[in-house]
C-alpha cells in the first residue's frame, strides 16, 4: 500500500512564524501535491510539483513556497505565518501518466493553528 | 477551467442505493472524472475513475452521459459506515509534463441513517 506521511497532525504556531510542513511518500510516485481543507471550501489546491525541483503553482499560492529536493519528499513553508493561514493541510502523490496522476493518495492532514 | 458542481448534502437509509450528480460544463477533451471519498480527520481515499459510459469498481459505479457535462456516482446498498463526504474531482488538461490545475468540488456530506 502506499504510504504518505505527513510530519505532524497538529500544529501551533504563532502570527509570523516560519512553518514548515514535511510529507514523504514511499511508493517512487513523480507527483506530490499540497492541498488546503476549510469549511465550506473544500479542497483548494496550493503547489503541486511533478518531478525533482519542479513545482507549480495551484489555486492559492499566495503566503506559501514549497520545495522538493528529492523524490519522496515534498515540503510546503509558510514563510510569514498568518491567522487566516489557519487550516487542514492535506499532503497527496501520485504516479505519472494521463490517467493515474488523478489516482491521489492522501496523508492523514495536518491541522495547523496560527495564533 | 472546468468547474464542478455537487449538491452540498444528502440523506439516504441503509441498504438504499445512493446516486450523486456532479456537473461539470466546461469539462475539456482529454478531462477524466475521478471521485473522492472522505471520513472526519482522514485525508481523501480514491473511489472512482472514468471518462465516457459506465465504470464499475467493488465500491461504487460511475455513469458518464454522452456529452460528458455531468457524471453520477452511485453506491449500492449504502451501509452507515458511507456516511462521509464524496468529492468529484475534474482533471484539467492531464498528461505529459503540462499538468493542469486539478479542481475539486465542494463535495457532498453523504449522511446513511438506520
Known amino acids: 500500500d502506499v504510504k504518505v506521511t505527513q510530519s505532524s497532525r497538529y500544529l501551533v504556531k504563532r502570527t509570523g512564524e516560519k512553518v514548515f510542513l514535511e510529507c514523504v511518500q514511499d511508493m517512487d510516485h513523480e507527483n506530490m501535491f499540497w492541498y488546503r481543507q476549510d469549511p465550506g471550501l473544500g479542497l483548494r489546491l496550493i503547489y503541486f510539483s511533478y518531478d525533482v525541483k519542479m513545482k507549480e503553482k495551484g489555486d492559492i499560492p499566495e503566503g506559501y513556497s514549497v520545495s522538493r529536493e528529492k523524490k519522496e519528499r515534498f515540503s510546503l513553508i509558510l514563510e510569514s505565518a498568518s491567522t487566516n493561514q489557519t487550516s487542514m493541510y492535506l499532503c497527496?502523490?501520485?504516479?505519472?501518466?494521463?490517467?493515474?496522476?488523478?489516482?491521489?493518495?492522501f496523508g492523514p492532514g495536518t491541522r495547523l493553528t496560527v495564533l | 477551467l472546468a468547474k464542478t458542481t455537487q449538491p452540498i448534502s444528502m440523506d439516504s437509509y441503509e441498504g438504499q442505493e445512493v446516486n450523486i450528480t456532479c456537473s461539470h460544463n466546461n469539462i475539456a477533451t482529454n478531462d477524466y472524472i475521478t471521485w473522492y471519498q472522505q471520513f472526519p480527520s482522514q485525508g481523501p481515499r480514491f473511489i472512482i475513475q472514468?471518462?465516457?459510459t459506465k465504470v464499475t469498481n467493488e465500491v461504487a459505479s460511475l455513469f458518464i452521459p454522452a456529452d460528458r457535462k455531468s457524471s453520477t456516482l452511485s453506491l449500492p446498498r449504502v451501509s452507515l459506515s458511507d456516511t462521509a463526504v464524496y468529492y468529484c474531482?475534474?482533471?484539467?488538461?492531464?498528461?505529459?509534463?503540462?499538468?493542469?490545475?486539478?479542481?475539486f468540488g465542494q463535495g457532498t456530506i453523504l449522511t446513511v441513517h438506520p
Open positions: 497527496a502523490s501520485s504516479p505519472s501518466g494521463v490517467t493515474s496522476y488523478n489516482e491521489q493518495f
Open positions: 472514468g471518462y465516457k
Open positions: 474531482l475534474v482533471a484539467v488538461n492531464a498528461g505529459g509534463t503540462s499538468y493542469g490545475k486539478l479542481t
